[in-house]
T-cell receptor, first 114, second 116 residues
Framework: GNSVTQMEGPVTLSEEAFLTINCTYT??????LFWYVQYPGEGLQLLLK?????DKGSNKGFEATYRKETTSFHLEKGSVQVSDSAVYFC?????????????FGQGTILTVHP | DTGVSQDPRHKITKRGQNVTFRCDPI?????LYWYRQTLGQGPEFLTY????????KSRLLSDRFSAERPKGSFSTLEIQRTEQGDSAMYLC??????????????FGPGTRLTVT
């Protein structure tokens, strides 16, 4: 079955530091890949997505590239801010047969200090 | 567009009681999903509807769980004879599906269930 593995967390950084959160996946076919973010006290929000190999998703300074050869979708940001503190979830959708249901990783807690 | 709403936001119940949660999707979305999220974990898929038809159920959805979407709009998730292991955040999401393509899912704020 499908699965998503995120790097062990939590991650603590100083403001303006470089961020990488690793994500690898296992899936049949050609899944779409997503990063969702959950800010404290709020619901899950889609951060970015990529639907085919070598696509780069980007939003709010965050980027992730769909790497089929390494089955990875690592999240990066060049300079984090305190307001980026949240829980980040990598997810995939095997839309070929599962009609869009999402399989999530366990989440990575990011804390950014001033 | 008011987004996905869920009610109640919090529910505390005693073991053995029945509970029902409601989800109102974005009005033009024909797909509705239920997920469960336990502390420190990512959401896990439970079931989804296209219009009023329930098209898939996870093995996580025991026979104590039932979900409905009677008119293809709002949905309810009922848990009968609750157990402490049912304590979790129950998330609802909706999306559009047309022309063989499913679009992004938008999530509600969730209902936090605590079974004592």
């Amino acid at each position: 079955g499908n699965s998503v593995t995120q790097m062990e967390g939590p991650v603590t950084l100083s403001e303006e530091a470089f961020l990488t959160i690793n994500c690898t996946y296992t899936a049949t076919g050609y899944p779409s890949l997503f990063w969702y973010v959950q800010y404290p006290g709020e619901g899950l929000q889609l951060l970015l997505k990529a639907t085919k190999a070598d696509d780069k998703g980007s939003n709010k300074g965050f980027e992730a590239t769909y790497r089929k050869e390494t089955t990875s979708f690592h999240l990066e940001k060049g300079s984090v801010q305190v307001s980026d503190s949240a829980v980040y979830f990598c997810a995939l959708s095997d839309s070929g047969t599962s009609y869009g249901k999402l399989t999530f990783g366990q989440g990575t807690i990011l804390t950014v200090h001033p | 567009d008011t987004g996905v709403s869920q009610d109640p936001r919090h529910k505390i119940t005693k073991r053995g009681q029945n509970v029902t949660f409601r989800c109102d999707p974005i009005s033009e979305h024909n797909r509705l999903y239920w997920y469960r999220q336990t502390l420190g974990q990512g959401p896990e898929f439970l079931t989804y509807f296209q219009n009023e038809a329930q098209l898939e159920k996870s093995r996580l959805l025991s026979d104590r769980f039932s979900a409905e979407r009677p008119k293809g709009s709002f949905s309810t998730l009922e848990i009968q004879r609750t157990e402490q292991g049912d304590s979790a955040m129950y998330l609802c999401a909706s999306s559009a599906h047309s022309g063989g393509r499913t679009y992004e899912q938008y999530f509600g704020p969730g209902t936090r269930l605590t079974v004592t």
